[in-house]
């Protein structure tokens, strides 16, 4: 069986991955070139075709690179649908809500092919409104931001609907779904455990806190947390992406009990997240965040102000939920007791549901050739 995908992707299969999805995207490809299948990705970021110690084929876009930079938006896109019409794959593989999706799906009904999308956060399953408050609203970046948008919100939604199968992160994602009549399988998100080494005594004192410092991921709302738990200290691993997290950021230069690391490699990121409390969030709206699963593959607990993805982190005890009561997130602070206990729960609960290993593999390989069969 061929599958074929594409985007920003190769960074992330050399371990330098530019976001969660691509990661994710990146581990599905590992996982099905293991299982045998001839596995393409198309990125146009790179200009150089190779092939990884996979087997996964990772090509670029001829003459994308040559092309000004203004003119890019609009040469990528005839360019891109005949590299992935060229790959004549069995399945086109897509994630991350963009305009340029349509593309792989063309391309899929061109060639007789099926077009599989993963829908990778909540708000890829809402509706509009949603996405402008948590998103749109939230940041605005010129001119050719706006018009992604627009074709996105154009077109996106209806992939959604037309795709041949829909693969959601958890429960909720699949329930919002069900309500639009939209049928979907819950897809786990993927995590490899290399990079977590085993420490018997680790240093737990301080919180940490991770990821990209904006207004879209609550970073205003966890300055608010730290003038609350003046009694806690915080480690915050990260760059500011937009004038709320430059604000926030140089204010919180003068807080004794905040370290500001900026950012740091994925190595050192999950090594500070072993040495810690709790991982701290207070991103209102996500997908199934991978620091997420990374915070209890450390045996650390997750300790979110608002989003709790498909209920995960209540019902199986793997942190606290603050419903956006910051009071009650910092009550929860001074409480937490990191038990050998707990950690044995929630490494256990990462091994048996999101760990790429053998089992998951054969998981994963039995899914997609189901797919391949449907009609």
Known sequence: MKICTWGDVASAL???????????????????????????????????????????????????????????????IPKLYSDLKAQKADIYYSQIREFRQ??????????????????????DAMNLRMRMKYDYLTRFEGLYWFLKVFLTELIFPALVRKADTVLVQHEGQKNILIKKGIKSFIFNNLIELKEIPEVANPVRHDFSYVGALD???????????????????????GQPRDKTGYLYFEKLKSFKNVTLFGSLSHSETIYHILNSKALI???????????????????????????DPGGIIKKEGLGFVADGDLDMLANEMGSVQNTEEFSKKAKLFVDRNFVLNKNKINEINNLFTELNKKG
């Open 102 to 123: 349509l593309l792989p799906y063309m391309a899929a009904r061109k060639v007789n092919g099926k077009f599989v999308l993963q829908l990778a956060s909540d708000l």
């Open 14 to 76: 050399e371990g330098k991955t530019s976001g969660g999805g691509e990661l994710q995207i990146a581990l599905l490809a590992k996982a099905l070139a293991k299982s045998g299948h001839e596995v393409v990705i198309i990125d146009f970021l790179i200009k150089k075709d190779f092939i990884t110690e996979d087997g996964i084929k990772v090509l670029s876009v001829k003459g994308y690179n040559d092309d000004t930079k203004y003119f890019r938006f609009f040469s990528l």
């Open 281 to 307: 969030s207070t991103s209102p709206m996500e997908g199934f965040p991978n620091i997420f699963i990374e915070a209890w593959a450390c045996g650390i607990p997750v300790l979110s102000l608002s989003f």
């Open 215 to 237: 207004r879209r991921k609550g970073f205003a709302e966890f300055y608010k947390l730290v003038e609350k738990a003046p009694f806690a200290t915080f480690k915050v691993i």
